[in-house]
């Protein structure tokens, strides 16, 4: 039985059906859900960060996440399930290894995730990282394909 | 309106586990599962069989439907769920073709397919038969990926 569900959320669509999913889940099952959103530092735009891909210096400082993490309470709220268990989490790196790494802190027996995200380059970019978390998740993980039509509408 | 979910069942440990899924959402919300198995013609294991890739003699298509459906029974008594409702199908053809095709003649809502089958060359087979799957179906597609 499914107990503990993963849910990286990036804003896009995609995410949004994964996570209506997962609320099926852990309403069949019980289970207690967790929001993840992945903050991906950006590269520092002058010289030295440019060539060594560093964040620039008020990334690093400035640690407040409660702009994510009020996302992900109304991305929750929206799911109209309030007795659930959920636990918010907002964690900063390359999105991939840091999905896999918050599943095995959090404990996780299921990965649940969106194939096409955010990024420009569409599947390239968010579609890679479902497929890396799903090469190196140490858990199952169920994939969210939202059929390419509506997406673009 | 129930939701239709359709789930190819190819025997292996993969597709067990994407029904098992698929029963959770069906206990959550009362939809009709469909079971589907496309029969992959087996090789006769002689040395003529080898060479040209005949079938074995005593294979027939009637025969292969009914080990299909066999095999389609079996796999939903092994999910335990017995009072939702359930089809079973067995057709020929291109895995990959015969699973989208059904999902729109069925006029399915969600595919749920496990993201490796049996025919085993790591993937190769299933797993491009879910990839393929994923990229033209009309509907939302799970694949659920199990951990070796």
């Not at chain 2, 009362?30 to 090789?43: M, W």
């Not at chain 2, 005949?54 to 769920?81: F, H, K």
Request: proline share 6%.
């Amino acid at each position: 039985m499914i107990k503990r569900i993963l849910v990286p959320l990036d804003g896009s669509d995609g995410a949004r059906q994964a996570l209506a999913h997962a609320s099926w889940l852990q309403r069949a099952s019980d289970a207690t859900l967790c929001l993840l959103m992945v903050r991906e530092p950006p590269s520092a735009d002058e010289h030295l960060g440019a060539m060594v891909g560093v964040p620039p210096v008020e990334t690093l400082e400035a640690d407040d996440d409660s702009e994510e993490r009020r996302l992900l309470q109304a991305a929750w709220r929206e799911l109209g399930n309030a007795e659930g268990h959920v636990e918010i989490r907002v964690a900063t790196g390359s999105p991939a290894p840091t999905i896999v790494e918050q599943a095995q802190t959090f404990g996780a027996d299921l990965i649940v995730m969106g194939s096409r995200g955010q990024g420009q380059f569409q599947s390239l970019v968010f579609g890679s990282v479902s497929q890396q978390v799903t090469e190196s998740a140490s858990c199952p993980v169920v994939t969210y394909h939202v059929p390419q039509s509506e997406t673009e509408s | 309106m129930t939701r239709q979910i359709l789930v190819p069942i190819d025997g292996s440990e993969s597709a067990a586990k994407a029904l098992e899924h698929a029963c959770l959402l069906q206990r959550a919300d009362g939809a009709t599962i469909h079971l589907l198995h496309i029969p992959e013609v087996p090789v006769a294991q002689d040395a003529l069989g080898r060479k040209t890739g005949a079938t074995p003699l005593d294979y027939t298509p009637a025969r292969a439907r009914e080990q299909g459906e066999n095999l389609l029974r079996q796999a939903w008594q092994a999910t335990g769920s017995h009072d939702g409702s359930v089809r079973f199908l067995v057709e020929d053809g291109h895995p990959a073709q015969v699973i989208v095709a059904q999902a729109r003649s069925l006029n399915i809502d969600l595919i749920v397919m496990g993201s490796r089958g049996l025919s085993d060359l790591r993937g190769l087979m299933v797993g491009s038969v879910s990839h393929k799957v994923t990229h033209v179906a009309p509907c939302q597609v799970i694949t659920l990926h199990v951990p070796e």
